[in-house]
């Protein structure tokens, strides 16, 4: 509704100006619809992924089986390094920052919006 609304004024605004009026016009109405790259640490990431590891382990046996997986998930499936069907809380530790290194693409220790999609980009997803 906002942003609807700063398209509907800009447009407004376009209607009763000149071409340098205009330009800015249409600048306020692409920023009222503005959202700003996030920035995700190593940190943050390690400990949000910690949670879903928590949350997937149902029975709490520090542990992740194949009937507590949510689908038939590729990419944790790889983090099973020894192919046990099983991925221990170490196994998913070591996977989950892997990808984040892989996401990484500057290797500044963050991984912004642009890596993110860059990065699915370059997966294929």
Known sequence: MRVMMGVIAAGLIVAGC?????????????AVGFVPPSVTSRLDFGA???????TLDRNADD???K???PSPNAR???FDRNKDGVITEVEWS???LRWFDRMDLNHD???????????RKREGR
Do not use: P
């Open 76 to 78: 944790i499936k790889a």
């Open 63 to 65: 542990r992740i089986t």
């Open 109 to 119: 220790g963050t991984v912004t919006s642009e890596e993110r999609a860059e990065a």
């Open 94 to 96: 070591e996977g989950t």
């Open 48 to 54: 949000s992924m910690e949670r879903r590891f928590r």
């Open 18 to 30: 000149g071409d340098k009026d205009a330009q800015r016009a249409e600048a306020d109405a692409g």
């Open 67 to 69: 009937d507590e997986l």
